[in-house]
């Protein structure tokens, strides 16, 4: 079985962050009739000011596409955000036998490295955490039990009913950048999974970086986890 660590991309956003604040500062004027005052610089200050007075509205104009690699608990909160659109794998029709079965790293394990594993014996591993053979043992049964249904000529989407949550999954996201925010705001705070928020402040810390003032201020309130 292969062991593998959380992480995203960003798929598409509509070109560079010039590019960006010129749309959203074209679509916010069209509000006030403010077109004549479109100069030199003008679309950044005035996104400052957007933010200023809560006027998230034109921020809804710009979608940002991300790709997540997350495991399967994970990947059923993030699907609970009503303002996106999503496309996901499917463990009903892909077919993860032949050694193809992949988990998720969860928070807690934290000596396993990534790789592919012999799931016959960890007694080699003796830095690991007691929770952390625990989970380790767990993945590799549930790695044989599908093997075994599926040589037994069971078809993936019967037998996917072993395999659990640190199952490895990956999420297409689309949502625009009013949605991100509150995505970022509910995600990355402390109360959310600790996965969860791990994942969402590194995808915030790429954001803030190509599209700057839009996320500026949380992702000086939500810093990577060190």
Not at 37 to 63: Q, Y
Not at 121 to 126: A, E, N, P, R, S
């Amino acid at each position: 079985m292969k062991l593998v660590l959380p992480y995203h991309s960003i798929v598409w956003s509509p070109g560079t962050a010039d590019t960006i604040f010129t749309l959203l500062e074209m679509c916010a004027r069209v509000c006030y009739k403010s077109e004549g005052k479109i100069k030199d610089g003008s679309a950044a200050a005035l996104m400052c000011k957007l933010i200023k007075r809560n006027h998230w509205t034109p921020f809804e104009f710009v979608d940002v596409i991300v790709r997540f690699v997350c495991d399967r608990g994970i990947s059923h909160e993030l699907v609970r955000h009503r303002m996106c659109s999503f496309l996901q794998e499917s463990s009903r029709y892909c077919d993860y036998g032949d050694g193809h079965v992949q988990f998720i790293i969860p928070y807690f394990a934290k000596h396993i490295d990534p790789g592919t594993y012999d799931t016959c014996d960890t007694l080699h591993h003796k830095d690991w955490e007691p929770e952390e053979h625990e989970w380790f043992n767990a993945m590799a049964v549930a790695d044989e039990y599908y093997k075994q249904l599926r040589d037994h000529n069971l078809e993936p989407q019967g037998a996917r009913d072993v395999l659990p949550n640190s199952l490895k999954t990956e999420v297409i996201c689309k949502a625009n950048l009013r949605e991100w925010r509150h995505i970022f705001s509910l995600r990355c705070n402390n109360a959310a999974h600790p996965d969860m928020v791990s994942m969402m402040r590194l995808l915030l810390d790429d954001m803030s970086k190509r599209i700057p003032i839009v996320f500026d201020d949380l992702a000086v309130q939500y810093p990577i986890l060190v």
